[in-house]
T-cell receptor, first 116, second 114 residues
Framework: NAGVMQNPRHLVRRRGQEARLRCSPM?????VYWYRQLPEEGLKFMVY????????ESGMPKERFSAEFPKEGPSILRIQQVVRGDSAAYFC??????????????FGEGSWLTVV | DQQVKQNSPSLSVQEGRISILNCDYT??????FLWYKKYPAEGPTFLIS?????DKNEDGRFTVFLNKSAKHLSLHIVPSQPGDSAVYFC?????????????FGKGTRLHILP
């Protein structure tokens, strides 16, 4: 029973390049969340997606960041023209959205982005 | 606007004693609460949750208490073990809304002392 799979685990990008982080949810889970953890900070909500639908993107920076969860394939968090301040750990989580049982989300191991 | 607050950045507890981690929230709409544990360079791991219809939930050495009137919850770990040294995140959501996101606190780093 594979858990939430994230790749790459570590990514180094130069300023101005693009970063793509991928997340495959747990089997049977149809909802994906992306969180960011800056150094010495907590987990900040970024975006919540269902397949082919963005449910809540209130935590996404207005520019350069986008997310998708297509009908087939993993969810992708895309950061264009990266800057040093984008260096962080990005965590993906998934849930089955079983209503009435509490929305417990399960995290992947994270992707660590370093911008040089 | 920090809706979920963990006011103690760190806590040190002797092995074998009780660890109590605290969490406060400001949004009275929250009706589902969770605790996660995180080791360095790993993803958060779900520990225990509680619905607002309960005031206590227990799972092995972990017990979560919810005081809705005070908008406060706590995680008790007893007895504390060396492997419990980690960062603990409190989280909350509005379960009934269907479009809820889960809001996390900044975490409390727990050190279990030998």
């Amino acid at each position: 029973n594979a858990g939430v799979m994230q790749n790459p685990r570590h990514l180094v990008r130069r300023r101005g390049q693009e970063a793509r982080l991928r997340c495959s949810p747990m089997k049977g889970h149809s909802h994906v969340y992306w969180y960011r953890q800056l150094p010495e900070e907590g987990l900040k909500f970024m975006v919540y997606l269902q397949k082919e639908n963005i449910i809540d993107e209130s935590g996404m920076p207005k520019e350069r960041f986008s997310a998708e969860f297509p009908k087939e394939g993993p969810s992708i968090l895309r950061i264009q023209q990266v800057v040093r301040g984008d260096s962080a750990a990005y965590f993906c989580a998934s849930s089955p959205r079983a209503r009435g049982t509490g929305n417990t989300i399960y995290f992947g191991e994270g992707s660590w982005l370093t911008v040089v | 606007d920090q809706q979920v607050k963990q006011n103690s950045p760190s806590l040190s507890v002797q092995e074998g004693r009780i660890s109590i981690l605290n969490c406060d929230y400001t949004n009275s709409m929250f009706d589902y609460f969770l605790w996660y544990k995180k080791y360095p360079a790993e993803g958060p791991t779900f520990l225990i949750s509680i619905s607002s219809i309960k005031d206590k939930n227990e799972d092995g050495r972990f017990t979560v208490f919810l005081n809705k009137s005070a908008k406060h919850l706590s995680l008790h770990i007893v007895p504390s073990q060396p492997g419990d040294s980690a960062v603990y995140f409190c989280a909350a959501s509005v379960e009934g809304r269907g479009d809820d996101k889960i809001i996390f606190g900044k975490g409390t780093r727990l050190h279990i002392l030998p």
